[in-house]
């Protein structure tokens, strides 16, 4: 392999002389700690690396070494219900502080795996070669052969290392226990986010031995650039993911040893046999989402927002309750105690669908502001390319990103380090690229083994002082289908989810009607277009009635500014930390469009009828249709038609009332 010597240093850049041909993007260690870094840039018979790790300590004249490979993770069954650094090196078992306590686990990751193939079969490129089930929760036989060089400290290292004094632990937390230190953590977090952010919590022992006991049965993928004749296969049992269980005969006589994990280079998209169309909404739980701005599965969608307006609630939210089969949630240069709530609480929360264990579908990537800048860029193309994996297996995947903004200022931050001219922000020329590139990965597919997979890309965004502006969002808005635009002045009000409904937008939207009238709601595309309508026009009329005065406007559209705070108030107010309302069943997002516009027509034909606004301001009903949200469950859907009962009742009523004093003044 080359070698290079270091010539000249600056944060996480660095450039060396070569004495041997390196090619871009080619992963070198540095130094005797054989520090993670990437060719950036060839200049003549220097090389420019951007290295993903703490640089303190190296010199002029430190050693270089060339891989000869691309930088690239291991794939395989182990990853579901880890965690890992932005390298993808386990965070699990290794005494970090940033961890769960019962998730540390020391010994080798072995998995019971079954054979799908035999001797003699032809395999066509990523075939499924047999399956593997086994706990989830990290046991390891230590980091990626690539870092195997590195001292285990170097691991975690990267975690504590110092960064900005107000972000994380404080680093006299280190000899505290790790009970100490999680409270320590829940108290340096969010003091002020309320309820306890929990699903159904079991005691932790629960969820461990559940997960040690079966967890999921994952398909063993050959890698996607293997095929042939297989010449030998491994009996069902127990083996290291790192064991060989198969060997296949390439056409050129080659053999080719398979383990159940392979490695696959991050910055290359995994190959599949054909794009699909989209073909059905993910669905999020939100209502928000769900009903007025969908984002496909396989689709991309962006949540900008400025700090504090609940971006790290929503992509929490939808972690744990939209409807994918494999979740990647990324915390990408976000502050240490936002993701130790991801690290605490995930382990502990049991899947109500599956009533299995979160994490048993659940992969996070935790990179946070404290560790080394360049590792935000690896953090991104390892979570993506972890989602193809499982995309590949013929899974719907959704990967959360918090938050792009970081990753951008990293570019940012290695881009102006080596020199480069700075376009617009400072940003380099190529930031506008390099997010469609990502966003580019997101796709519903026909994997190389056949059937369907999907990843869907949410990333949020933190534009500075919440301007949609600048250059992140505004070159995101290029790439994404559905855009959820978060509100300060909602967020002030804690209306939440804070996503404005006028700046927001869903280009898929149309396409899922179909599916929605599976659901059983084939008015789901006149009442969205309806409820969108409505809160269109209370912006104009609220301007309106601020210089007039609300009683001054005609009674059509005293009704419209009715009925458009029902659906803000009793529709898109969703609580993420209440039991019964942090996620929403389609049927009962059906059920409660329904009711509520029902309740507009039934008030449309009412001040036709001459009934006062302000009367029906007044309707006992209202309160019910408020409140259903939090009072009623997905499971007590014929509420929702006694609610509708009431409401007829009363309205008639109503109207009873109103022809009656007609008469009287007549
Ligand atoms: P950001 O990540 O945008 O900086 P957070 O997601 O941390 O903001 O949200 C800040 C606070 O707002 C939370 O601690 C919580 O109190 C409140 N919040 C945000 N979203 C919601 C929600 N959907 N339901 C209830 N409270 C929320
Ligand atoms: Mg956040």
Redesign the pocket.
Known sequence: MSRASIRWLAGPVLRAVAEGPFAMREAVHIGPQALLGEVVRIDGDEIVVQVYEDTTGLRPGTLVEGSGLPLAIPLGPGLLGNIFDGLLRPLSGTGSAFVQPGMRRAGAASFAFSPRVKAGDVLPPGAIIGDARGRTGRSDEGPPRSLRSLPPEGVHSALRAAGRADEGPPRSLRSLPPEGVHSALRAAG?A???PPRSLRSLPPEGVHSALRAAGRAQAVLAPPDAEGVVIAVAAAGEYRETASVCTLRAADGTTRVLSMRHDWPVRVPRPVARRLPPLAPLITGQRIIDCLFPVAQGGKAAVP??????????LE?LAKGCNADVIVYLGCGERGN?MAGVLEEFPQLVDAKSNRPLMERTVIIANTSNMPVAAREASIYSAITVAEYFRDQGLSVALMA?STSRWAEALREVSGRFGELPGEGGYPAYLSSRIADFYERAAIVEPLCGGVGSVTVIG?I?PPSGDFSEPVTSHTKRYVKAFWA?DVKR?QA?F???IHPLQSYAEDAQMFAPWWTEQGLSQWLPLRRRFLTLLDNEAHLERMARIIGKDALPARQQLTLLCADLVNEAFLR????SEIDRACSPSRQGAMMRVIGRFIDLAETAVAAGVRPDRLGQMACLRPLQRMGEEIGDGELPRFTEIEAAMEREFAQLTLESETSDAAHG
């Open positions: 969010r002020d986010e309320g927002g400025g700090f504090g307006t609940g971006k790290t609630v929503l939210a936002e918090d949020a933190s978060l967020a804690r939440y989810p804070a969703q609580n993420a930390f």
